[in-house]
């Protein structure tokens, strides 16, 4: 995601590092774009940190502690400075809040640090409804939408009333119940790549009960569960199409679905 210009606002504001995410930056940066305008809009002064890498979650899930704590350390040294770190994100959020001080165990003072940082670190979402209580105005979308729960945001975060607090607020979206919204994707990170079979039966299970809503659209907090559902969805010659929340709520989803067309980077 490369940077826009006039990265950084005048509001007097909390000052709040954005953590675009490797999937954003790489896959889908309209999902980047759409968290920026949505803090500035809830009056953040946000600041998009260029030295951020990896937050070292698929490192430490497949077991490779060492490297994930080298990535620990470094996100830590980048986003301390910030009043909040702010992400589109659920599992990447999950891994700082909680993971964080797991990796770093061994050296307690690393660990606090880690504590301390994890604190002041959301899922946007949660940010804006917790910390902000901020809804954005005026934005519409005639259109229905069921709703998947990921995995990290609802079990590590206990994200759930907040997305859909803030999609009740769109004009014109139906929203509808989803059968096994809390049920993984089959996605998992790198668990698609281990268990590839077990993966794609979980996620035909889940674009089965995706279509069965009747929802013209599935929304999300997750961008590789949202891919992974995409993915699945086009191979069933599905029309349901998959947007990231973000991108609904910040008036950005106008454009080409997740998987519909690669975005240039």
Known sequence: MDQPPNTRSSSPGPRVALFVTCLADAMRPNVGFAALKLLREA?????IPQAQTCCGQPAYNSGDTRHAAALARRFIEIFEPFDYVVAPSGSCVGTTRVHYAEMLADDPAWAERARRLGA???EITSFLVDVMGFAPAGRALPASATYHDSCSGLRELQI????????????GLEMRPLEGNDVCCGFGGTFCVKYPAISNAVVDEKAAAIERTGAQLLLGGDLGCLMN???KLSRRGSSVRVFHTVEVLAGMAG????GEEAESL
């Open 43 to 47: 009056g953040c002064r946000v600041e």
């Open 120 to 122: 002041r670190t959301f």
């Open 160 to 171: 759930f009333e907040q997305p859909r607090r803030l999609l009740g607020g769109v004009a």
């Open 229 to 231: 559902m995409a993915g």
């Open 255 to 258: 454009g080409p679905a997740i």
